[in-house]
């Protein structure tokens, strides 16, 4: 292999590029999260999450740290990781990584029982208890932009309304 086939990018289609991404989404019913801590160190964790209208929505307890980090520094990422029993080769699995702007939803508004209530039809009926908890907080995750990484020398930069900007990342 020559420099220039490290240099060039293959020909990409946007929409199987969408597609694939949405088919990896899909596929979970909880988000793993980097949030910034007091210190502004990293945070790993994970919760459940629904989607509505192109936004992440997530519905966590004051006690979870990443509770205080996301209200401290709203801003954090979001992971989704191919299976490991689903890929041929550990260090190619697809993932996705979408930086958000997080903002909490009021309780006493229309939208935090609109979107709890989609909740708990995604999530079951632990979430109808849970919504009667004091220090459950509900919020909206706003994407930015996004890294999806389809595969070795296959990694997409994902900006603009919808994601509808996609440019191929190159190793240089």
């Known amino acids: 292999m020559n420099n220039s086939e490290h240099t060039q990018p293959a020909e990409f289609n946007s929409t199987e590029i969408m597609q694939e991404i949405e088919d990896l989404i899909t596929q979970f019913k909880t988000v793993q999260m980097a949030t910034l801590n007091s210190l502004g160190n990293p945070e790993a964790s994970y919760t459940p999450y629904i989607r509505s209208d192109g936004e992440y929505f997530i519905f966590i307890s004051s006690l979870a740290s990443h509770t205080e980090n996301i209200c401290q520094h709203p801003t954090l990422s979001l992971f989704f990781v191919q299976d490991e029993g689903q890929t ?17 939803i009021k309780r006493d508004g229309t939208e935090w029982t609109e979107i709890l209530d989609l909740f708990q039809e995604e999530h079951g009926a632990t979430v109808g208890l849970l ?16 890294t999806f990484i389809k595969g070795f020398g296959q990694a997409f930069k994902l900006e603009g309304d919808e994601f509808n900007s996609i440019s191929q990342l190159t190793g240089k």
Not at 89 to 102: M, S, V
Not at 131 to 146: E, G
């Open 88 to 104: 041929k080769n550990l260090f190619a699995r697809k993932r996705l990584t979408i930086e958000c702007t997080a903002e909490m």
């Open 131 to 146: 919504r009667t908890l004091p220090d459950f907080k509900l919020f909206k995750l706003s994407p930015v932009s996004a």
